[in-house]
């Protein structure tokens, strides 16, 4: 588990730095007024944000998933292995339903930290600014709505994370072994990359209509009178004023970033977990260097199982 939580750790910060700026791309799309749109599309909104607020504007927000992410990657990544290790068997079923377990879990850390990332990544710039930080963004909600305002937009997101969770560590055992996956492959690195990367576009497209709500929920009452009485007239709202397409609005970016972010989350805690283990206890317990060590078939392919 420990070693779980460091690699998830590194996995985490690696995936955060490369992923944050499209993640602000998407929030702006997502729940940008439709009779008076801002941008244009994933490029404009890029562009836009970088004339308007340089490239830090692009990072706003960095703080919540850089600590958030170093947590819940560590969640994530123990929680998944110690759960495959529990069911007992590899298969593909468990695969789902451990990936899955961490999603739902994660949610705990996942759900403020997103609230505070979407409220940062919206308020206008400058001292009229509402909050500070991240910290200060759920201080001030925690001391206006309590704990209920803390943990806005929580089954949003438990629907969101749980069935995606499940596809993402689905997918990526899947293509770690068909792509045959194995320490000493001088390939390794780009295959991990691939899988990763595949897994987290998977996961995005699973469960995105359920993202675009989250994100409305969880901004709702920044500018203004509060819109949505829940989840369902949110989605009834939604569909009135703008038809199915509103629940793609920002996909483009985050499919860009799901890849990059993945690809380096998977890769990084992989590759940690692979090496920093470096022995294989051999038949009789006596160590083995890991290069010669012969895999268990698919034991790469789960960073948990490592
Ligand atoms: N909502 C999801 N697709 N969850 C699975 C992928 C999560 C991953 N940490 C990312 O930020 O891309």
Wanted: net charge positive.
């Amino acid at each position: 588990m420990a070693l779980d939580f460091l690699a998830g750790c590194a996995g985490g910060v690696a995936g955060v730095l490369v992923g944050h700026p499209f993640d602000t791309v998407k929030v702006r799309l997502q729940v940008q007024s439709v009779e008076k749109p801002q941008y244009r599309g994933t490029l404009h909104c890029f562009k836009s944000i970088i004339k308007q607020e340089s490239v830090l504007g692009l990072y706003k927000g960095l703080g919540s998933p850089l600590m958030g992410l170093t947590f819940i990657n560590a969640l994530v990544f123990g929680v998944q292995g110690n759960t495959l290790r529990a069911l007992g068997h590899d298969s593909p079923l468990n695969q789902f339903l451990a990936g899955a377990a961490a999603g739902a879990i994660q949610c705990v850390i996942c759900c403020p930290m997103e609230l505070a990332k979407t409220r940062l990544q919206l308020q206008d710039a400058g001292p009229a600014r509402t909050y500070k930080g991240s910290l200060d963004c759920l201080v001030q909600i925690y001391g206006h709505e309590g704990l209920r305002g803390v943990n806005r937009g929580m089954v949003s997101t438990l629907l969101r994370e749980t069935p995606s969770f499940g596809v993402y560590f689905l997918t990526y055992d899947a293509l770690t072994r068909a792509l045959g996956c194995e320490p000493g492959d001088r390939l390794l690195v780009p295959k991990l990359l691939l899988a990763g990367g595949t897994s987290g576009i998977m996961s995005w497209l699973s469960t995105y209509p359920v993202d675009v709500v989250k994100s409305r929920l969880q901004a709702d009452g920044l500018r203004g009178a509060p819109r949505y009485r829940g989840i369902l007239d949110c989605v009834r709202q939604s569909y009135r004023a703008e038809g199915w397409r509103v629940f793609t609005r920002g996909l483009a970016s985050t499919l860009l970033r799901a890849f990059p972010v993945n690809a380096a989350t998977f890769a990084t805690v992989t590759v940690v977990l692979t090496y920093a283990r470096g022995e294989e206890a051999g038949p009789e317990g006596e160590a083995v260097p890991a290069a010669s060590a012969a895999p268990a078939g698919p034991a790469l392919a789960q960073p948990s199982s490592l």
